[in-house]
Structures are given as C-alpha cells and as structure tokens.
C-alpha cells in the first residue's frame, strides 16, 4: 500500500497561482503514475493529468495545457501540481493518485485532497 | 472524448437488500473500466478495476461486470456503511473519463 499525504488547504485571488504538493510513502516511486484529480463543491471528478516521476515526463488533456505544470522533488518523494491563473470555478478539492505500475491505468490510492479556494 | 453515464443518479434501499449501478460508455472501451466507492468528506477508493477484478481488501459483496460500452457494479447484501458516491472511470482513451456518479443512500 502506497500512503499519499498532500498539503494543507489554501487560499488565492483571482489570476493567482497555486501549488499543491503530494507526498508518497514508498522508498521510491520511480515506477508509479501520480495523477491528479480535481473535485468542485458538490460535483463529481475531473482528470487534470498525470505525471510520471521516473521519466519525469507528463500528460494533460486540453482542458487544462497552458494552465497546469506537474514537477517532482524525487529526493522527497514529492510531486507538485501548480495551476494558474486561477478563476472562481477552480475552486475545488485537488486530489493525488497513484497508479502503482506502469502497465495498469487504474488509480490504486488516493491522497486526502486539498481544499483550494478561489475567491476576491 | 469519451463519455460515461451512470444510471441511476440516486438511490434509497435498505440494507441486505441488492442493488446495481450502471456505467455506459459513448464508445467501445473493452474492460478498461474501474470503479470507486467514495464517502462524504473522504477521498475515493478503488473498489474494481479492469471492470471485473476485486481490489485488495474489498468485500465480496462488491462485484463488477461488463465488456466494451456496458459496465454494472452490482453491491449484494448492503450494509450501512455502503452509503456513497459511486463512480465509474475509464481509461481506454486519452483523456480519462468519470461518469457523473450514483449515489446510494442507506434507509
């Protein structure tokens, strides 16, 4: 079992930025995806990308390119989300996910979720 | 992009009984399927993947069926605790997809 432990809720105006850290439990995650996922109040889940720490390489549907960066701290075990340009409507839950292998797609563990709140 | 739609949106059964969840996709996606079981104010959890294979430590009353645009998560012998959200997500083709998600209410 792969634990992911996010960081603590934050705050932003409109056009302003934000990061969001993920941290995993394993010695390493080299072999793992983290996704990110997204939750508005009350709505159901979006795909905002993934990234792969060993190839430090990612993937975002076009929804979010040009507003979403994926990076890593691989000494710390950490991935980073950074979105911006933030809007009201990316006020929402923001959570990591793990797909443990390569060669699987499903999400095995998720992170606890960040509160991200956006609002002058 | 490919689109999931659950059906029902909501429903109420008491427990013990048995109840399915429907998930269609608006195109082929073989069993590229999963299933997660979320609860007010807790992240999702992994219930099924691959549209039929049990997650580690899941209940046997949870089992998933399907193949290509029509997929069921069937809950036999619901208890109190199953009271949740219950989303589908497929991940045949870039982008992911979820569907909209089925909640359950326990009476």
């Known amino acids: 079992q792969v634990h992911l432990v996010q960081s603590g809720a934050e705050v932003r105006k409109p056009g302003a930025s934000v990061k969001v850290s993920c941290k995993a439990s394993a010695d390493t995650f080299s072999n793992y995806l983290i996704h990110w996922v997204r939750q508005a109040p009350g709505q159901g889940l979006e795909w905002m990308g993934v990234?792969?720490?060993?190839?430090?390489?990612?993937s975002y549907p076009h929804s979010f390119q040009g507003r979403v960066t994926m990076t890593r701290d691989t000494s710390a075990n950490i991935v980073y989300m950074e979105l911006r340009s933030l809007r009201s409507e990316d006020t929402a839950i923001y959570y990591c996910a793990v797909t443990l292998t390569t060669l699987t797609t499903n999400f095995d563990f998720w992170g606890q979720g960040t509160l991200v709140t956006v609002s002058s | 992009e490919i689109v999931l739609t659950q059906s029902p949106d909501f429903q109420s059964v008491t427990p013990k009984e048995k109840i399915t969840v429907t998930c269609r996709a608006s195109q082929d996606i073989g069993t590229s399927l999963h299933w997660y079981q979320q609860k007010p104010d807790q992240s999702p959890k992994l219930l099924i993947r691959y549209a039929s294979q049990s997650f580690s430590g899941v209940p046997s009353r949870f089992r998933g069926s399907g193949s290509g645009t029509e997929f069921t998560l069937t809950i036999n012998s619901l208890e109190a605790e199953d009271a949740a959200t219950y989303y589908c997500?497929?991940?045949?083709?870039?982008?992911?997809?979820f569907g909209q998600g089925s909640r359950l209410e326990i009476k």
């Open positions: 990234f792969n720490p060993g190839a430090a390489s990612t």
């Open positions: 997500h497929q991940s045949s083709s870039f982008p992911v997809t």
